[in-house]
């Protein structure tokens, strides 16, 4: 008898643990790319897991600072598999105050996603990195629209890293 009710406790705390990992895989966005950047610096390549996307929040990758280690001159996100044709509602731009990169997602539901965090020493290295990757990959070079985007966000800062967004699927 005390052991079925043990067994039982134990069933509960599994079935628990399991539908946390099945329901809410994904990470928070500002953790999970700011350890990826961390890990990717100086001049490295690495893929987060997944992460979500909140609608109407606005992800500015100065939330990324204190993981990464750099300054947010130094980094900027790239629609990557995220197209605007067909992901009109993930707005990706500057501030116009800081200049800084930022994110927003208005559509209705969260976005999951995955990052590939490309670092190089210096803007025109990431560009070719970028112009590698994708040419390597089709569906992020849709995402990719112009391969001087680095000298833009990061110009003499360094390193210089590109944040490309890649589906979670």
Do not use: H
């Not at 946390?20 to 961390?38: F, H, K, Q, W």
């Not at 800084?100 to 976005?111: F, V």
Request: aromatic fraction near 8%; glycine fraction near 8%.
């Amino acid at each position: 008898m005390i052991s079925g009710v043990v067994a039982f406790a134990i069933l509960i705390v599994l079935l628990i643990i399991i539908q946390g990992v099945i329901l809410n895989p994904g990470g928070d966005l500002p953790s999970t790319v700011g350890n990826a950047i961390s890990t990717a610096q100086p001049s490295q390549t690495t893929t987060t897991r997944v992460f979500e996307i909140n609608p109407n929040e606005i992800y500015l990758v100065s939330a990324f600072r204190d993981r990464a280690g750099i300054d947010p001159d130094s980094m900027y996100f790239v629609r990557g598999e995220f197209g605007a044709d067909n992901y009109e509602d993930l707005i990706i731009d500057k501030t116009d105050t800081s200049g800084y990169s930022y994110l927003t997602w208005k559509g209705t539901n969260k976005l999951r996603a995955k990052a590939l965090v490309v670092c190089q020493q210096t803007a025109p290295e990431l560009d070719e990195a970028l112009s590698i990757v994708s040419g390597n990959n089709d569906n992020i070079s849709d995402g990719i629209s112009d391969p001087t985007d680095a000298q833009e966000y990061c110009g003499s800062a360094r390193p210089c890293c590109a944040i490309v967004l890649l589906r979670a699927g």
